[in-house]
Structure formats: structure tokens, C-alpha cells
């Protein structure tokens, strides 16, 4: 089983900063990456997937990197809306697997 | 617009039984594979099954193989998952989620097992 590990846990920062989340993966998964935004109480959402590729519909600031092990989100400048959980999930191999999350919160 | 529709979670005591359904719409359901996805109370998501659009491949979670059972029904545009032998640790809220690239969820439906 591929372990997808994601750091930082919590992220502290305010509007219009810029927020780098990482995910590092226990084998390679090539390009076989997605980000997914998750609010309380709603179902997660598709931002990136294949590493850099962007869901319909998902806001310009909102941009995936990586290949391989190591993948970055990157939200360029942080709105109001931005704060929630993100998760990053591999389907290079099966199980397909999810990282455990970064809380972007509110500084 | 593509809209799923889960049902029939609830509450059960451990050991017991339970079939979650999805309704699907707004695309040829026949065409895409689909998963079930879960997220126990305050923690991370769980991939647990996945099913092609033929039904001819299926995979499981490790985690609920054996006692966890997806199945669908093209001609009624729904997915299904059969759960028996349920434990406390099946708590969640249970998404049923389009394609390997998640890009399309239900809005869940939280299935509870305790006595």
C-alpha cells in the first residue's frame, strides 16, 4: 500500500498569503496525484489532479506540482473561502490511498 | 448536471447489517466505474471500494474485504454497498464518489454502529 504523507498538519496563515502544502509519497506515483478541498460538513471537492492539472471550475490561485514522490499545493493568495482541510490521494497503485491532510486555518 | 444521491445509512448494532445505495443522474452511469469513499467522525477520508463499469473488476480496502460487498445496477443507474458483520470502527460517513479521479461526490450518508 502506498502511504501518502502530508505536511504540515495545520497551517496558520491569513488572507492573501500564500500557502504551500506538501505530500510526500512511500513509493512513486508518476503524475497520479490529486488534491481534493474538504469544508465541515460538506463532501470533498477536486481541485488538481494528475499532479498540476485543475478541476473545472477551480479558481486560478489553486496550482499542483511534482512527480514521482514528492507533490506541492500551492495557493497563490489565500481568500476567505480557502480555509478548510486538504487532502492529496494517489491512484497509481490499489488501494488507492489518502493522505491524512493539512488544515489551512485562519491566523 | 451530475448528482449523486446516497441512502440508507443509519443506525446498527455491531455485527449487524446494513446496504447503502447511490442514485446517480445526469450522465450515462453505465460508463463510468465508481467508489465508495468513507470519513469516520473528525478524521481523514478512506477509500474502501471501487467497481468498473462492467462490474468485471472490483477491488476492496483491506479494511472491509470479506465482509463489505459493492455491487451496481446499470438499468437503474445505481451503485450499492452490501455491509454485514458491521464494527464500531465502520462509523462514518460513507461517499459514494465517479471514476478513480474523484471528481464528482455524493453529499454522504453517515452509517453508526453501536449497541
Known amino acids: 500500500e502506498i502511504v501518502l504523507t502530508q505536511s504540515p498538519a495545520t497551517l496558520s496563515l491569513s488572507p492573501g498569503e500564500r500557502a504551500t502544502l506538501s505530500c510526500r509519497a512511500s513509493?512513486?506515483?508518476?503524475?497520479?496525484l490529486a488534491w481534493y478541498q474538504q469544508k465541515p460538513g460538506q463532501a470533498p471537492r477536486l481541485l488538481i489532479y494528475?499532479?498540476?492539472n485543475s478541476a473545472t471550475g477551480i479558481p486560478a490561485r489553486f496550482s499542483g506540482s511534482g512527480s514521482g514522490t514528492d507533490f506541492t499545493l500551492t495557493i497563490s493568495s489565500l481568500e476567505p473561502e480557502d480555509f478548510a482541510v486538504y487532502y492529496c490521494?494517489?491512484?497509481?497503485?490499489?488501494?488507492?490511498?489518502f493522505g491524512g491532510g493539512t488544515k489551512v486555518e485562519i491566523k | 448536471e451530475v448528482h449523486l444521491v446516497e441512502s440508507g445509512g443509519g443506525l446498527v448494532q455491531p455485527g449487524g447489517s446494513l446496504r447503502l445505495s447511490c442514485a446517480a443522474s445526469?450522465?450515462?452511469?453505465?460508463?463510468?466505474?465508481m467508489n465508495w469513499v468513507r470519513q469516520a467522525p473528525g478524521k481523514g477520508l478512506e477509500w474502501i471500494s471501487y467497481?468498473?463499469?462492467?462490474?468485471?473488476?472490483?477491488y476492496y480496502a483491506d479494511s472491509v474485504k470479506g465482509r463489505f460487498t459493492i455491487s451496481r445496477d446499470n438499468a437503474k443507474n445505481s451503485l450499492y454497498l452490501q455491509m454485514n458483520s458491521l464494527r464500531a470502527d465502520d462509523t462514518a460517513v460513507y461517499y459514494c464518489?465517479?471514476?478513480?479521479?474523484?471528481?464528482?461526490w455524493g453529499q454522504g450518508t453517515l452509517v453508526t454502529v453501536s449497541s
Open positions: 464518489a465517479r471514476e478513480i479521479v474523484l471528481k464528482y
Open positions: 445526469g450522465f450515462t452511469f453505465s460508463s463510468y466505474s
Open positions: 467497481i468498473s463499469s462492467s462490474s468485471s473488476n472490483i
Open positions: 513509493q512513486s506515483v508518476s503524475t497520479y
Open positions: 494528475d499532479a498540476s
Open positions: 490521494q494517489q491512484r497509481s497503485n490499489w488501494p488507492l490511498t
